[in-house]
């Protein structure tokens, strides 16, 4: 256990526990800034949002140990299950309560824009990498 925690698990909690204070702080301002004194959603929302940064997760953790060269194919390996999971996820919150008529839509929009901007930040990583080796 203490090999897993130190390859790969101890850096995936860390960024775990990180994007969901930012994303808890910047949804709780959002609200705030509005008038809004408490969450509409109540907890189910921050399990909501709980289940969906873990998906994140899992992407990047795969995104960084899947053993494939090519970094779009790598992207896109990565990008379809956990989209697929991501929507499976919302699918699943409408046992508890009806969704809203634009979930997916949203879901798709906030995932997938999140997806691009960490894709394109990692392949202009990986380019100066490449640049400063030679």
């Known amino acids: 256990m203490?090999?897993?925690?130190?390859?790969?698990?101890?850096?995936?909690?860390?960024?775990?526990?990180?994007?969901?204070t930012i994303v808890?702080?910047?949804?709780?301002?959002?609200?705030?800034?509005?008038?809004?004194?408490s969450?509409?959603?109540?907890?189910?929302?921050e399990i909501d949002r709980a289940l969906v940064v873990l998906i994140g997760i899992i992407a990047y953790e795969m995104?960084?140990?899947?053993?494939i060269k090519n970094t779009v194919?790598?992207?896109?390996t990565t990008y379809i299950p956990t989209m697929l999971l991501t929507f499976f996820y919302v699918w699943t919150t409408s046992f508890r309560e009806p969704l809203a008529k634009s979930a997916y839509q949203d879901i798709f929009i906030n995932y997938t824009g999140l997806f691009l901007i960490?894709?394109?930040?990692?392949?202009?990583?990986e380019k100066?990498?490449?640049k400063n080796k030679q």
Do not use: E
């Open 73 to 76: 194919i790598k992207m896109i």
């Open 63 to 67: 995104a960084t140990k899947l053993p």
């Open 128 to 130: 100066k990498k490449h």
């Open 2 to 20: 203490k090999k897993i925690w130190n390859s790969w698990l101890r850096n995936a909690t860390f960024i775990y526990c990180v994007i969901y």
């Open 39 to 45: 969450d509409p959603s109540g907890n189910w929302h």
């Open 24 to 37: 808890t702080l910047v949804n709780s301002i959002g609200y705030l800034i509005t008038g809004v004194y």
């Open 118 to 125: 960490i894709s394109i930040v990692v392949i202009i990583s």
